[in-house]
């Protein structure tokens, strides 16, 4: 894995929207051959589509063909309704940038068992962009979930209805008890993956997702077996690794991006 470190959150979105601007530019897409991008929604990402939405205005990035697979969804509100991933997702990308409307997808009670299939009819998820929950959940695979798993139904955790209540005014009873995910494995079985996290709250996610065993426990544990992983973090979210550990990540990045000094002994 790589760790990419930036001093802000402003700095970790503008390295992962800039990234990704460079990987769909890199990959030349078509309409025959589309770039697919797996999509999170959440307070993480919003820097990013504010980013991307920009690269957009400006000429940089096109997302003409680009197919979106969203990674999750409430169940029991409306896609209308204003805390819907599907509204926030048009919010904050889809309706500010050049995408067809028929190349977004999000996973829904009626579409959930041919998702993992309709992500395959388009060759597979070429980069997929996660958070993680300060539980350590990626998507919606909450403490317990299979690593194996693919796009179904679950339960939302204490934790993660507490931790979102924030988006419905503080009221715990106004949180969705359920949602459509998908699997850990339909994170893993993308080319390409990067997470986003910032803050002090995701600072033992980080350092389960660096650090810890793999469990299922931390699902977002599982991306330690991901061919190609990269985790975007500000400091403050590093601050449950060890220094040792901090030291080394800066350091070979320093050194891959051609600014490092000779590498200390650890
Ligand atoms: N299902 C979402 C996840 O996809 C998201 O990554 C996580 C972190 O959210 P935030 O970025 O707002 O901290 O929480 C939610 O429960």
């Known amino acids: 894995m790589r760790l990419i470190i930036r001093e802000t959150k402003k700095q970790t979105s503008q390295w992962v929207a800039e990234y990704i601007v460079h990987r769909i530019n890199e990959f030349r897409p078509t309409k025959d051959r589309p770039f697919v991008l797996g999509l999170p929604t ?3 990402p ?3 589509y504010a980013n991307l939405v920009d690269f957009y205005r400006n000429g940089k990035v096109s ?3 680009v197919v979106t697979f969203n990674m999750d969804e409430y169940v029991g509100i409306p ?3 204003p805390q819907s991933y599907h509204s926030f ?3 904050h990308l889809f309706q500010h940038v050049d995408i067809p409307p028929n190349q977004i997808h999000l996973p829904s009670l ?3 068992s041919e998702y993992d299939n309709m992500i395959a009819k388009y060759g597979g998820i070429e980069l997929f962009l996660c958070g993680v929950g300060s539980d350590g959940h990626i998507a919606f695979n909450e403490p317990g979930s299979s690593l194996a798993s693919k796009t179904r139904v679950k339960t939302l955790t204490n934790d993660t209805i507490v931790a979102n209540a924030r988006f419905f005014d503080g009221n715990i009873d106004a949180v969705p008890k ?3 995910t998908v699997g850990v494995k339909t994170v893993m079985d993308a080319r390409e993956v990067i997470l986003i996290a910032d803050g002090r709250g995701k600072a033992e996610a980080v350092r389960q997702a660096v650090e810890g065993n793999i469990s ?3 699902t977002v544990t599982a991306l330690q077996m991901h061919p190609k992983f990269i985790m975007a973090v500000d400091e403050v979210a590093t601050e449950e690794l060890r220094v040792k550990t901090v030291k080394y990540f800066k350091d070979i990045e320093g050194a891959s991006a051609g600014l490092g000094k000779p590498r200390p002994k650890l």
């Open 42 to 44: 959440g307070s993480s």
């Open 89 to 91: 997702m048009f919010k």
């Open 79 to 81: 896609t209308s309704h």
């Open 63 to 65: 997302f003409k063909h």
């Open 178 to 180: 359920s949602a459509v």
């Open 46 to 48: 919003e820097q990013v």
């Open 216 to 218: 299922h426990v931390w």
């Open 110 to 112: 009626e579409n959930y």
